[in-house]
């Protein structure tokens, strides 16, 4: 069973930053490649961010080189942090990892004020 739980949300004005977090539980954390996906209402999720168990990452071209994914194995959690936020990454925010199954954490709402 592996769960997984993001922070990190919020309010912030266009040109800020939030970090996002999610923790894993699990022993399978470091063995794992890791995702951030994004969602608004009425569209499917899209891949936002992943990392893989070695740290190799890959980006959503609307992203890069704004946002920067990370993995800290020794604390099970993964990070995404966002830097010069547009309104257009409004959106809710998931972790999710494969382990036989989709695995994913119940989200955390980012909003960006223009």
């Known amino acids: 069973q592996v769960q997984l739980v993001e922070s990190g949300g919020g309010l912030v004005q266009a040109g800020g930053s939030l970090r996002l977090s999610c923790a894993a539980s699990g022993s399978i954390f470091s063995i794992n490649a890791m995702g951030w996906y994004s969602q608004v209402p009425g569209k499917q999720r899209e891949l936002v961010a992943g990392i893989t168990s070695g740290g190799s990452a890959n980006y959503a071209d609307s992203v890069k080189g704004r946002f920067t994914i990370s993995r800290d194995n020794a604390k099970n959690t993964v990070y995404l942090q966002m830097n010069s936020l547009k309104p257009e990454d409004t959106a809710v925010y998931y972790c999710?990892?494969?382990?036989?199954?989709?695995?994913w954490g119940k989200g955390t709402l980012v909003t960006v004020s223009s």
């Open positions: 999710h990892t494969w382990y036989g199954i989709d695995y």
